[in-house]
């Protein structure tokens, strides 16, 4: 089975997210998060590999740009088109308040400190967000449960 | 990992179409499932709002539009999903039809995303393992400014009776451009072919 979390960006709170989901990440330290912020790995448009779980379950991190829920959409069609089901891949669209500064710093010029804001701007948000994050995860694991 | 498909193995599609007699729209229909073989391809044009040059594309891809002249207003018109979608449709994978080698042939609306979604779409099939099945065709390249203003004028604002002369115009201005773009496109899906076989 494969994990996708999808957001806005592929390197921030989706990232988050596949680490809680993987049991890397309890606390809001993200200082050893492998990709943090590192807006480059998210710039081709194709999924992140961020690990595999005990129960063989690949996880990834996508970044689809504002409008997550249509991307979702057009995910989970292509994969129905292709003759999977949600036990192949989970689609999982991860989603905070102030995720449009996260999006907007992540593009700001590195010639003008752009890594250093983003690196700043988004842990400052996303530690206040964690809580939701964990939420989402939450919620996903249950779903998970409930469909095998 | 996603499964790999056998020879011959069905692939059930949901879409949903629209029911076309001459250049009269009438009734959407639903298709539960298009029995799709193994070895044929899913060949997805995606532009902005999926209304007007991916439907073009897919319309000559298919054959539903000449390739040696340029069609008139009313033949576009008379184009499944012409200049007839809304803000629902943005993200959803539209069947067009099947080619002659019984390639499943789609449109997508993607909004601002541009070339990037055609990564998304290949990088989600490569990890499914179905990446050979696939190939998103990116058409905004040919898109002017002409079909930009009347498909806003047309679709967002909803002033149908301007902006559809107007990307009619346009889409003709574009036509060959198009044409050349299905040509290719039409061409790597035989190059693939040949590699898979």
């Given amino acids: 089975m494969n994990i996708m979390f999808i957001s806005n960006t592929g390197v921030h709170h989706a990232l988050i997210a596949a680490n809680i989901f993987l049991g890397r990440l309890h606390n809001p330290n993200f200082r050893y998060i492998k990709g943090f912020c590192d807006v480059a790995h998210d710039k081709s448009g194709f999924p992140i590999y961020i690990g595999e779980d005990n129960q063989s379950r690949k996880v990834y991190t996508l970044g689809v740009g504002k409008d997550v829920l249509m991307a979702k959409k057009t995910l989970e069609d292509l994969r129905d088109i292709l003759g999977f089901t949600e036990r192949e891949l989970v689609i999982e669209p991860v989603s905070v308040p102030g995720e449009s500064l996260i999006k907007f710093c992540s593009r700001w010029p590195k010639i003008l400190g752009g890594a250093h804001l983003n690196a700043l701007v988004s842990t400052y948000i996303l530690r206040r967000q964690f809580h939701v994050i964990q939420k989402t995860v939450e919620d996903l694991q249950g779903r998970l449960k409930e469909m095998h | 990992m996603g499964r790999s498909t056998s020879r011959l193995a069905p692939v059930f599609l949901a879409c949903t179409t629209s029911v076309y007699f001459g250049a009269k729209r009438t009734a959407h229909l639903s298709i539960k499932t298009i029995i799709q073989e193994d070895g044929f391809m899913h060949i997805i044009y995606h532009c902005f709002g999926g209304a007007h040059s991916s439907v073009t594309a897919a319309a000559l891809h298919l054959g539903l539009l000449p390739k040696d002249r340029l069609p008139t207003l009313e033949e576009l018109m008379a184009v499944p999903y012409f200049d007839n ?57 040919n898109v002017n400014w002409l079909m930009k203003i009347g498909g806003f004028i047309s679709r967002r604002i909803g002033m149908v009776f301007l902006g559809r002369p107007l990307v009619g115009v346009g889409t003709r201005k574009a036509f060959f451009a198009l044409v050349n773009l299905v040509e290719i496109t039409r061409l790597q899906t035989m190059d693939r072919r040949q590699v898979d076989s």
């Fill in chain 2, 85 to 141: 979608t809304d803000n629902s449709d943005f993200g959803s994978i539209r069947f067009m039809g099947l080619d002659e080698y019984k390639n499943a042939v789609y449109v997508l609306g993607k909004k601002s995303l541009g070339d990037r979604f055609t990564n998304i779409i290949h990088g989600t099939a490569e990890m499914l393992g179905a990446r050979h099945q696939v190939l998103a065709v990116n058409t905004m390249p």
